[in-house]
């Protein structure tokens, strides 16, 4: 289900076929390199990229607030793969199956770009949770 999801959002212009001999490639080099099932470390790299708190911008009066929310489950998962594959898509020089793997390792260990732009959304809803009375 969620890998069928991960090959959904890799496919460009209808290429599915494309996409799954990305996505089972990046999962073979997974299981070459750490010698565990690339399930159990996808699993675990979703779990660490997904983010427990997003914020929102609220009109107030004639003010814009960044009012911090909680993330619901299925745009917890939506999150995650957007990031994952974003990083994944920012490296340069090699097939994209290579950088999808690596980036689903690092996540599986909490580095990686798509860590980083978790930690980077929870520290803006952090420093905004004055606002957080405003959420509707």
């Known amino acids: ?26 999962f073979d080099i997974i299981k070459e390199k750490t010698k565990k099932e690339p399930l159990e470390i996808f699993e675990k790299a979703l779990a660490n990229a997904s983010p427990l708190l ?23 998962l ?12 920012s490296k340069k020089g090699r097939p994209m199956k290579e950088k999808l793997a690596e980036e689903i390792m690092l996540a599986s260990t909490n580095e990686g770009a798509a ?9 803006m809803a952090e420093a905004n949770r004055a606002f957080a009375h405003f959420a509707w």
């Open 115 to 123: 860590i980083k732009k978790k930690e980077d959304v929870h520290r």
């Open 54 to 76: 997003e914020i929102k911008p609220k009109r107030v009066g004639g003010a814009t607030y960044q009012v911090p929310r909680e993330v619901r489950g299925d745009r917890k």
């Open 1 to 26: 289900m969620v890998v069928a999801k991960l090959i959904n959002y890799i496919m460009r212009r209808g290429k599915k076929v494309m996409a799954m001999k990305i996505v089972y490639g990046a």
């Open 78 to 89: 939506a999150l995650a793969l957007r990031w994952l594959i974003t990083a994944a898509k």
